[in-house]
């Protein structure tokens, strides 16, 4: 069964780094999103991206992130300047077509913590 | 803005018992998804099940079914034959564009 794949598992990094989370999503999906879960909370939308520009993004989702398809399989999260609050499981998600009206599959996550 | 609330933070079942879940929602949006995602302890997130607003009948998936209630803005999660593979986070999420995430229930399963 097809998958979506998270790289690395976890990351760890010192405050001011930057960080790049890779992901694959499923093949034929179109739509793709990163979300955020920091420890003992709920899971938070960041981004949406489709047809390679971004379709929605939530106030979490500031100047210090960015996202990229740099080829036809990967999706990148960039975080610059990581500060500890940045400490968190960031999941890739993504869907076939579009997510108000199709299931959106996540990855295993990502475990950044920042030192 | 979309919200969605999971008033139980925890709840406990013995092992092959039912077990249901609650989650409210609100929203502007006429037609909508709802979602019940599953996260054990690898803090994978699994679908679980998923309802189609404008559906009046409640989704099923083996042991896992809703009781999708629009008027009310209730999407309750029943698991019957509770198994001790279903100890998990259980997250309710509704979809606009990103999914808009519950609290989320920790649901222990005693043997």
């Known amino acids: 069964e097809p998958e979506v794949t998270q790289t690395p598992s976890h990351q760890v990094t010192q405050m001011g780094q930057e960080v790049i989370l890779r992901c694959v999503p499923i093949s034929n999906h179109l739509y793709f999103y990163w979300y955020r879960q920091i420890l003992g909370q709920k899971v938070e939308f960041l981004v949406s991206f489709y047809n390679n520009e971004i379709s929605e993004k939530s106030e979490i989702f500031d100047d210090q992130f960015s996202v990229e398809r740099p080829d036809g399989s990967n999706f990148t999260l960039k975080i610059r300047s990581t500060k500890l609050e940045d400490s968190a499981m960031y999941f890739c998600a993504s869907s076939e077509s579009l997510a108000g009206t199709d299931t959106q599959y996540f990855g295993p996550g990502t475990r950044l913590t920042v030192l | 803005a979309q919200t969605v609330t999971q008033s139980q933070p925890e709840m406990s079942v013995q092992e092959a018992e039912t077990v249901t879940l609650s989650c409210t929602y609100d929203?502007?949006?006429?037609?909508?998804?709802l979602f019940w995602y599953k996260q054990p302890p690898s803090r994978q997130m699994i679908l679980v099940i998923r309802?189609?607003?404008?559906?009046?009948q409640n989704a099923t998936e083996n042991r896992f079914s809703v009781n999708f209630q629009k008027a009310a803005k209730s999407f309750s999660l029943k698991i019957s034959d509770s198994q001790l593979g279903d100890a998990a986070m259980y997250f309710c999420?509704?979809?606009?564009?990103?999914?808009?995430f519950g609290k989320g229930t920790h649901l222990i399963i005693q043997p």
């Open positions: 929203t502007s949006e006429s037609d909508y998804y």
């Open positions: 999420a509704l979809s606009a564009d990103g999914l808009t």
């Open positions: 309802q189609e607003a404008y559906k009046q």
